[in-house]
């Protein structure tokens, strides 16, 4: 799926000249490369779809507990390194996982 605002041909200008040869660095030890992305799980029960002939409730704690990661993959070597927690994926997360990373601040 494509989203609706991408330009194929700044992705492919970006990819080329940005992308490829920072993506050869890595291949020759020069740099890292780590795609790096957050998710945030919320532990409480989400009833998707249940038929039934009488109303049924299901009890549930009140409340919004989350559990959140922050993940960086090696484009090269594929190692996944992560930093989780349950308040918020703010700048310390950042610089945990970056020292977590050997990438130098």
């Known amino acids: 799926m494509i989203p609706a605002k991408a330009d194929a041909e700044t992705q492919k ?21 780590f795609f790096v992305d957050a998710a945030y ?26 559990f959140n990661v922050l993940g960086a993959l090696n484009a090269i070597t594929h190692e996944l390194i992560t930093v989780t927690n349950d308040t918020y994926i703010l700048n310390k997360a950042i610089v945990d996982i970056c020292k977590k990373t050997e990438f130098e601040l």
Request: no cysteine; charged share 30%; proline share 4%.
């Open 41 to 66: 799980f919320v532990l409480a029960q989400f009833l998707g779809f249940i038929w039934s002939v009488v109303r049924v409730f299901i009890k549930s704690p009140a409340g919004r507990q989350r």
């Open 13 to 33: 200008v970006f990819l080329e000249e940005e992308m490829e040869p920072r993506l050869a660095e890595a291949k020759a030890g020069k740099r890292a490369v």
